[in-house]
């Protein structure tokens, strides 16, 4: 028998919320919504017009794969950054609001450099530097990540936001020297890899089973990848230029410790919206 919308709706959201989703409610409306092709505003409009066979069947499917772990910016792929709306597939970490701090501590640093060069360092889907060229009108950015796939992800991201001529798309190792001629950036910014080996095992599920290990995994201590960019990439600042850092809970008196050795000063951290140390950054001396 055809049900309304709003039926198939009711029972997405009780076999999530049996199947212990955090908010079973907004996801089954996000499902749905990709199941008939409507936007959640369309959606809600046709809540009592009948539902058709194509999108219940859809819509099964789709509550399926949220069921069996797949995390719902997989399914819908995409997800929301910075109030901005970005492409990701399992390749790339899903962008977290962890990480706006790091983008609104830039954008804060670089509000008076006129024309900033700007590299993306580890840059998975490329939220980070596209944001910052988004809201940085006259900025120039690259984007550089080891992955491929990932790099893949960035150049369509950089196309969707329309960012083509003031950016330029490269693989590259956060733990090897760069490319020759890469030099005199304003600012690095870099989310490294920052879980510690052991730490890996016992993450969640939705992240530990589906988001891409290389991403995640920062060596037995978590600082692997901070070492290795302060050994290598240093010198791709220009003089007072600013390397900022993602970290973890509890990493950044170590990272602000990496940091001094390898002589940067006036270092500042920033707190994320439950009050952890985020974002860690100092200039080149």
Not at 66 to 91: K, M, S
Not at 124 to 133: E, V
Request: charged share 25%; glycine share 8%.
């Amino acid at each position: 028998m055809a049900r309304t919308y709003n039926e198939v709706y009711l029972d997405m959201r009780r076999r999530l919320r049996e199947g212990g989703v955090e908010d079973p409610s907004l996801e089954a409306r996000r499902l749905l919504a990709l199941a008939s092709g409507y936007t959640d505003a369309e959606l809600i409009a046709r809540f009592f017009l009948f539902a058709g066979e194509d999108t219940e069947k859809k819509a099964r499917q789709l509550t399926y794969r949220r069921l069996n772990g797949e995390p719902l910016a997989y399914i819908a792929g995409g997800w929301e950054f910075y109030g901005l709306p970005f492409l990701v597939d399992r390749n790339v970490l899903i962008p977290r609001i962890d990480t706006e701090v790091l983008v609104f501590t830039a954008l804060e640093l670089m509000k008076d450099v006129p024309d900033p060069r700007i590299l993306d360092l580890c840059c998975g889907s490329g939220c980070i530097g596209c944001t910052l060229a988004k809201k940085l009108p006259t900025a120039r950015v690259i984007f550089a990540d080891i992955s491929p796939e990932a790099m893949a992800v960035t150049r369509k991201n950089v196309s969707l936001h329309r960012l083509a001529q003031r950016s330029v798309c490269m693989n590259a190792d956060a733990l090897s020297p760069p490319p020759l001629r890469m030099e005199n950036f304003d600012l690095l910014c870099c989310n490294p890899p920052y879980i510690t080996t052991a730490e890996m095992e016992t993450l969640d599920p939705s992240v530990k089973d589906w988001e891409p290990a290389m991403a995640l995994d920062g060596g037995e201590d978590g600082l692997v990848f901070y070492r290795g960019v302060l050994e290598n990439w240093k010198s791709v600042l220009k003089d007072d230029g600013i390397l900022i850092f993602e970290v973890g809970e509890g990493q950044a008196e170590p990272v602000r410790a990496l940091m001094t050795e390898h002589g940067f000063y006036n270092l500042g951290c920033a707190l994320d919206t439950i009050g952890v140390q985020r974002a860690v950054y100092g200039r080149k001396r």
